[in-house]
């Protein structure tokens, strides 16, 4: 007897539950969510920078799948590098051969990678990150990891052990024994250093989370410190590497910037099959598989399984070939260049801040008696919803995707795809400068959403 499923027959017929099955089955937060914020939508299809509902209307991607999406969707050159892989009917995962897929994916991404010898490959970001803790821990010989304020570096018990987010480590512990250091405090990370067991500093070079910067300067100041006192530099490329910030890596915007483990994910994935990698020195490779009896001392199930490797050799392909390393800066300073021109035009617009396609807009309390009020009483009922204000209308009115850079911020972070054009810099600022214009008007429909905001979060008290 034949097994037949058909997956179009089914999402045709069950496709109109999503929220109803995401609330029965899976995070039933997320849906309650989406239809307070007016999120709630239904998409069907899905091409580059643009994706369209039910209705047929198109929406502009500004969020990229928090960054997955570096090529944007369905790009023809991955799905052809996936057609082709499935085809092939390799003898993929026996664990006991070495198949051709990684140690090509690797030989490219390492050409990139300059002081950096070799990789490992997991199936997410925050396995990347785990790995180079693991890594760090044991070619140091100690135990503690320093990690920046706010960073945020994944979610599994490792990661979230150098997450500088409480909301996200409350009710969690005991985690592992790592220490914050404020991003940029050289003092406060020489202090921890001389403790004498400090294994590695873990950096995002921009962190996501409100997207700051680190200092000019700091990286390669933190760097010397760390080889002064034999501990390593780990960086966290997971989602500003593959060119989000118009260099490969965002470390390299620094001159003398060399990581002895990187971190990348996201993008490399294609957006279809999850993939993670950690590059590091060959140095600590060799002391982390120092036998054949340690060959297997750290693994990954589905690691450098082929249809990710395929995936990640076509992203790198489409990089390089588009020059869209380039092309991220070029319109990602377009696109700041243009919003920043915004900023005396409008009260509560503070900054516009970020390098490449990685941008954030953060809001502020305005001058005005006459707006002042509105955003008080915002503040007061929870922080961040004012920047839930903008991103709300932004969809529901302009069809743009975007989200606040994190809990309780008044930032709104734009990470599009690296594809994005001119005309889609356009689009966007009409957009914003519309939904600005009616902020400050000092009432109409975004203020009618402000006081549903305000309804939910004394609600949620």
């Given at each position: 007897?034949?097994?037949?499923?058909d997956l179009?027959?089914l999402?045709?017929?069950?496709g109109a539950?999503?929220?109803?099955l995401?609330?029965?089955?899976?995070?039933?937060?997320?849906?309650?969510?989406?239809?307070?914020?007016?999120?709630d939508?239904t998409?069907?299809?899905a091409?580059?920078?643009?994706?369209?509902?039910?209705?047929?209307?198109?929406h502009?991607?500004?969020?990229?799948?928090f960054?997955?999406?570096?090529?944007?969707?369905h790009?023809p050159?991955?799905?052809?590098?996936?057609?082709?892989v499935?085809?092939?009917?390799?003898?993929?995962?026996?664990?006991?051969?070495?198949?051709p897929?990684?140690?090509?994916?690797?030989?490219?991404?390492?050409?990139?990678?300059?002081?950096?010898?070799?990789?490992?490959f997991?199936?997410?970001?925050?396995?990347?990150?785990e790995?180079?803790?693991?890594?760090?821990?044991?070619?140091?010989?100690?135990?503690?990891?320093?990690?920046?304020?706010?960073?945020?570096?994944?979610?599994?018990?490792g990661?979230?052990?150098?997450?500088?987010?409480?909301?996200?480590?409350?009710?969690f512990?005991?985690l592992?024994?790592d220490t914050?250091?404020?991003?940029?405090?050289?003092?406060?990370?020489?202090?921890?250093?001389?403790?004498?067991?400090?294994?590695?500093?873990?950096?995002?070079?921009?962190?996501?989370?409100?997207?700051?910067e680190?200092p000019?300067?700091?990286?390669?100041a933190?760097?010397?410190?760390?080889?002064?006192?034999k501990?390593?530099?780990?960086?966290?490329?997971?989602?500003?590497g593959?060119?989000?910030?118009?260099?490969?890596?965002?470390?390299?915007?620094?001159?003398?910037?060399?990581?002895?483990?990187?971190?990348?994910?996201?993008?490399?994935s294609?957006?279809?099959?999850?993939?993670g990698a950690?590059?590091?020195?060959?140095?600590?490779?060799?002391?982390?598989?120092?036998?054949?009896?340690?060959v297997?001392?750290?693994?990954?199930?589905?690691?450098s399984?082929a249809?990710?490797?395929?995936?990640?050799?076509?992203?790198?392909?489409?990089?390089?070939s588009?020059?869209?390393?380039?092309?991220?800066?070029?319109?990602?300073?377009?696109?700041?260049?243009?919003l920043?021109?915004?900023?005396?035009?409008?009260?509560?617009?503070?900054e516009?801040?970020?390098?490449?396609?990685?941008?954030?807009?953060?809001?502020?309390?305005?001058?005005?008696?006459?707006?002042?009020?509105?955003?008080?009483?915002?503040?007061?009922?929870r922080?961040?919803?004012?920047?839930?204000?903008?991103?709300?209308?932004?969809?529901?009115?302009?069809?743009?995707?975007?989200?606040?850079?994190?809990?309780?911020?008044?930032?709104?972070?734009?990470?599009?795809?690296?594809?994005?054009?001119?005309?889609?810099?356009d689009?966007?600022?009409?957009a914003?400068?519309?939904v600005?214009?009616?902020?400050?008007?000092?009432g109409?429909?975004?203020?009618?959403?402000?006081?549903?905001?305000?309804?939910?979060?004394?609600?949620?008290?």
């Amino acid at each position: 007897m034949t097994e037949e499923f058909d997956l179009a027959a089914l999402l045709a017929s069950r496709g109109a539950e999503r929220y109803e099955l995401h609330s029965r089955y899976l995070n039933h937060q997320l849906p309650r969510m989406l239809h307070t914020i007016g999120f709630d939508k239904t998409y069907e299809r899905a091409e580059g920078a643009h994706f369209w509902d039910a209705e047929g209307n198109d929406h502009l991607d500004m969020l990229a799948g928090f960054g997955v999406m570096g090529l944007g969707r369905h790009h023809p050159v991955v799905r052809k590098a996936l057609h082709d892989v499935l085809d092939a009917s390799l003898a993929d995962l026996t664990r006991f051969d070495c198949q051709p897929l990684p140690g090509l994916l690797a030989e490219r991404l390492l050409a990139h990678s300059p002081h950096l010898d070799r990789v490992f490959f997991g199936n997410s970001g925050t396995e990347a990150v785990e790995t180079a803790l693991k890594f760090a821990r044991y070619a140091t010989g100690r135990p503690r990891v320093l990690y920046c304020a706010h960073a945020f570096h994944g979610l599994t018990t490792g990661s979230l052990s150098v997450n500088g987010e409480a909301g996200f480590r409350d009710g969690f512990a005991p985690l592992l024994p790592d220490t914050a250091v404020p991003l940029g405090d050289l003092d406060a990370l020489a202090g921890e250093l001389r403790r004498g067991d400090v294994a590695a500093l873990i950096v995002e070079p921009i962190q996501g989370k409100g997207v700051h910067e680190s200092p000019p300067g700091y990286l390669r100041a933190a760097q010397e410190l760390l080889r002064a006192h034999k501990a390593l530099l780990i960086a966290d490329e997971v989602q500003t590497g593959l060119g989000r910030t118009g260099d490969f890596y965002a470390y390299q915007h620094e001159d003398g910037v060399e990581p002895d483990l990187v971190c990348v994910a996201k993008a490399l994935s294609g957006g279809y099959v999850p993939v993670g990698a950690t590059l590091g020195k060959d140095w600590i490779f060799r002391k982390v598989y120092s036998s054949m009896d340690r060959v297997l001392v750290h693994s990954a199930s589905f690691g450098s399984n082929a249809q990710a490797m395929a995936a990640g050799l076509a992203v790198l392909s489409v990089i390089e070939s588009r020059q869209l390393v380039a092309h991220a800066r070029v319109t990602g300073d377009l696109l700041r260049t243009r919003l920043t021109a915004l900023v005396d035009r409008y009260e509560m617009l503070r900054e516009v801040r970020g390098r490449g396609l990685m941008i954030g807009i953060e809001f502020g309390r305005p001058r005005s008696l006459r707006l002042r009020g509105g955003w008080t009483m915002l503040q007061a009922a929870r922080k961040g919803l004012f920047a839930q204000m903008v991103v709300g209308p932004l969809l529901r009115t302009h069809r743009v995707l975007t989200q606040v850079s994190g809990d309780r911020m008044e930032v709104i972070k734009l990470i599009p795809p690296l594809v994005v054009d001119e005309a889609d810099v356009d689009r966007f600022v009409t957009a914003f400068t519309a939904v600005m214009d009616d902020a400050h008007s000092g009432g109409g429909l975004m203020w009618d959403f402000g006081r549903t905001l305000v309804r939910q979060a004394v609600a949620e008290r």
